[in-house]
Structure formats: C-alpha cells, structure tokens
C-alpha cells in the first residue's frame, strides 16, 4: 500500500447537498460524486454524508481510498449491498456455529479464568436479550449450536439494514465472533471494550511472551478498521 501509486486530487471543494429524496450528497467542485459502480455517493442521513465528505476534504495531492474507510464502506453498500445482504448474513451465521466465546481454553488457568470472565458475561447478554443460547467447549472439541439460537440469530438479523448488515460482517470478521459484532451493534458495550474482549488471547501471550512487532502492527490495523465500523454505526443509527 505505501508504494501504490494513487489517483491525484481533482477538486478544489468538497460539499454536502441534500436531493429531493431527503438523501444527502457528495458534490466534489458541485458536481455529485459517485462509486466506482457509477452510482450516486449518497447518504441516508447528512451526519454520516458531512463525516465521508470530511474524508474526501482531508485529501491532499492525492486521494488514498485506505484513508476513508467510511467512503469505501458506503460506496460498497451502494454498489453490492442489495445483490450481498444475504453473503453477509450467511458469514455472520457461520460464525455464530463457530463463535470464538464458545471455545476455551484447557489451560492455562489465568488464561480460562480471564476468558470465561471476559466472554461469558457476552454470552449472557446474548441470551437474556435474544434468548440466542450458545454452547461452550473447551479445546479444539467442536461443539454444536441450538438450531433455534441460529434461527433467532437470522430473525435479528433481517431486521438489519443494508449499512448495518455490512458492519455486522466486517466486525465479525475482525473479532472472530457473531455474538461480539451483535453486541456492537446494539451497543451493549463499548467498541473499546468489545475490541479487547476479541483479544483477550492475543492480550494474554503478549503478556506472558513480550509483545511481538509484527502482531502488534496487525492488532492495530485490526482495532482501527473495527473502530472504523463501529464510527460508521453510530453515523448511520442517527436520524
């Protein structure tokens, strides 16, 4: 990414305009902005459009789409968000049969202590709020879902936007859990806390062994990308 080479900046000014469908534009120089779908850049609600419009205004010679995450999300959505809200649904789904709350580790203690801590209080939430009951094992025995908790979990998830359906997908992907990106999305805890719940093993061996740079670079793309989602959540749930 450092030696890509990036389209140069274009315009001059980048403003907000609202259309007669109540949507909220992109307008680089007055003209509207669009996906690389050809699309319209439009926005459901003006916070998130002034936040992407923030993004195109901070480039400078050139524009670095790795540096609007908001952007591209919405330009995704745009362009692929009708024919992939079922591939996102089913991804979050697999990963509910696979959740990383569910596993544990046999030893060490400190280590299953930390994680039954950290991940069974998510579990619980999870259960009383949806009634989506998971099981826990421990090693790398698998264990199966209740085939009621996964159909809850899909009835929850129809009640999901294209926007969000997108957001759930990323976060699961990045924390490893259906459950954690379920509970970013209806804010049970803080993306902070969330976050870290997803490293709780990765928190630990850095702990125990030193941090390695490597890992350590990753964590952080890892946590800004999730962080990234969690900004384009709260954009998106305002009215």
């Known amino acids: 990414m450092e030696n890509q080479a990036f389209p140069k900046r274009f315009y001059k000014s980048v403003t907000v305009e609202k259309t007669d469908s109540d949507d909220w534009l992109i307008a680089l120089d007055g003209r509207p902005a669009k996906t690389p779908g050809k699309k319209l850049l439009a926005m459901p609600v003006r916070s998130l459009a ?98 009621d908790s996964q159909t809850k979990t899909k009835n929850l998830l129809r009640t999901a936007t294209a926007d969000e359906l997108s957001c759930l997908a990323a976060a699961t992907e990045i924390t490893g859990s259906a459950v954690l990106a379920l509970a970013l999305w209806q804010k049970y805890q803080t993306p902070d806390e969330i976050f870290a719940a997803s490293r709780v093993d990765e928190t630990y061996q850095s702990e125990k062994w030193g941090i390695d740079e490597d890992a350590a670079k990753n964590e952080a793309r890892l946590r800004e990308d999730f962080l990234s989602v969690a900004r384009y959540l709260d954009l998106i749930q305002e009215r």
Do not use: H
């Open 50 to 147: 002034e936040a992407v419009a923030d993004e195109w205004e901070a480039q400078t010679e050139e524009i670095n789409p790795f540096k609007m995450l908001l952007c591209r999300r919405r330009m995704v959505v745009i362009d692929r968000g009708e024919a992939d809200c079922r591939k996102w649904g089913e991804l979050i789904l697999s990963f509910l049969r696979s959740d990383l709350l569910c596993y544990r580790a046999e030893k060490p203690e400190p280590l299953t202590v930390r994680q039954t801590t950290t991940w069974s209080e998510f579990l619980e939430w999870i259960s009383g709020e949806f009634g989506i009951r998971l099981n826990v094992t421990t090693g790398i025995v698998s264990v199966e879902q209740p085939d």
